[in-house]
């Protein structure tokens, strides 16, 4: 079963930066794609960046020049670089892979979440 660990979440001021890491742990053959989506308190989830084995990037409109997602394969580990937060950025910031497992089967999992705060 693999795992994903987020790390980097916390409370800052309006303007300020924060990095979350995610490491995808266990028995993974391939990472397909690997990204970052948030859930604001009576919000959906929804997809805030997103980044294939190949290095393509998406983003949604509320991150495009704020935000950077960045892939280091071999570790297994994507990153969310979040520059000049503002409080409509707080949520929780759920870290989701699209990979093949040892077993050769296609997998989709996500991890538990870290809270990102961000006040005015």
């Known amino acids: 079963q693999v795992q994903l660990v987020e790390s980097g979440g916390g409370l800052v001021q309006a303007g300020e930066s924060l990095r979350l890491s995610c490491v995808a742990s266990g028995s993974i053959y391939i990472i397909n794609d690997m990204g970052w989506y948030r859930q604001a308190p009576g919000k959906q989830r929804e997809l805030v960046a997103d980044?294939?084995?190949?290095?393509?990037?998406s983003y949604a409109d509320s991150a495009k020049g704020r935000f950077t997602i960045s892939l280091d394969s071999a570790k297994h580990t994507v990153y969310l670089q979040m520059n000049n937060l503002t409080p409509e950025d707080t949520a929780v910031y759920y870290c989701?892979?699209?990979?093949?497992?040892?077993?050769?089967?296609?997998?989709?999992?996500w991890g538990q979440g870290t809270q990102v705060t961000v006040s005015s």
């Open positions: 989701n892979a699209d990979y093949v497992e040892a077993t050769m089967t296609r997998l989709r999992s």
């Open positions: 980044i294939t084995s190949g290095g393509s990037t």
